[in-house]
């Protein structure tokens, strides 16, 4: 082979070598990323497997022993090595038909952080209450679904039946107008005195009848609390109009087991995407049961109770 052959075919035989090592390069380096991605994602999932939420429900005999007094605890755990973060936690009932959403009752609407390692128990006990024997985990499963973000951001939902899913994108909240029984099921039995939801719908009626003077329904609302005597007359008038012609949110809210937010929502499209309420604070008085306390979220600290009222079991007092 003369001297030029060789050194064409040596060049060839050098550029051949590099373009094959950089080809194994290349396939090593895709290789790791694709390995370094998938330990990342099963990393994320790790900890998002590791997070759950659950109700537990109970019953004990009373102090003197002639009741049982029920309990329902909402139990929210995260048994991974890192916080995660954006909790939302909804309870539910199970039904044939599904689960009826019931919200997060007596748990803060959106939990910041859940720590590793750590459990957060609320207690939901007054917002089933509100649901008499429909809630009653002997007839129906109580379960609770979680919504959270991972310590990269991912989003993910442990839903009620327990599966564990990713969760795409942002989920916008909607307005959905209940038109079938199961939907207003969320409302729970509006007969039951445990429902905050009755006396809603006792002022409503009140509100709409004629007959009864401004006057007539001023002491009413007194009845119900004696800080309605410093209400101006015109306020007097906004509030029975408001009662007359807003439409009601069917979850109740729960910044206390004792203390319950009823809202109405104003009469805009729902298309439009978030729609004004005026928030109703109802407050539980054993004895009595839920009263109409004011307009307005009137927060925990800012209503009083009788010496020793807030330990005693909500079931004391009732009819026997």
Not at 307 to 317: I, K, N, Q, R
Request: charged share 25%; hydrophobic share 40%; proline share 5%.
């Amino acid at each position: 082979m003369d001297q030029v052959n060789y050194d064409y075919w040596t060049t060839i035989g050098t550029v051949g070598a590099v373009v094959v090592a950089l080809v194994v390069a290349l396939c090593q380096a895709t290789v790791a990323i694709v390995i370094s991605v998938r330990r990342r994602i099963f990393a994320r999932r790790k900890v998002a497997s590791l997070v759950s939420a659950w109700l537990e429900h109970s019953y004990s005999p009373s102090a003197d022993g002639d009741y049982y007094q029920r309990s329902v605890y909402l139990h929210l755990a995260n048994e991974s090595d890192e916080p995660v973060f954006k909790a939302e936690v909804t309870c539910g009932i199970e039904t044939g038909d599904g689960v009826i959403r019931l919200g997060p009752l007596s748990a803060p609407r959106v939990i910041p952080v859940l720590p590793p390692k750590r459990e957060f128990v609320y207690d939901v006990t007054m917002g089933m209450l509100g649901f008499g024997e429909f809630a009653h985990d002997a007839f129906r499963g109580l379960v609770a679904e979680v919504v959270f973000s991972d310590h990269e951001g991912g989003r993910w939902r442990r839903e009620f039946d327990g599966k564990l899913e990713k969760v795409k994108g942002p989920i916008a909240a909607a307005m959905i107008e209940a038109e079938d029984e199961f939907s207003l099921a969320q409302a729970g039995p509006v007969e039951n005195p445990y429902n905050p939801l009755a006396i809603v719908f006792a002022f409503t009626t009140v509100a709409n009848d004629e007959s009864i003077a401004d006057q007539q329904f001023h002491e009413y609302l007194v009845d119900q609390a004696v800080g309605w005597n410093e209400t101006p007359e015109d306020e007097l008038l906004e509030i029975r109009k408001i009662l007359r012609t807003a439409n009601l949110a069917l979850h109740v809210w729960y910044p206390t087991p004792r203390i319950a937010y009823v809202r109405l929502l104003d009469d805009r499209d729902t298309r439009c995407g978030a729609r004004g309420a005026t928030v109703l604070t109802l407050v539980w008085r054993n004895g009595v049961g839920w009263t109409f306390f004011g307009m307005g979220p009137y927060l925990p600290w800012s209503i009083g109770f009788e010496a020793g009222e807030l330990e005693t079991d909500p079931l004391d007092g009732r009819e026997h």
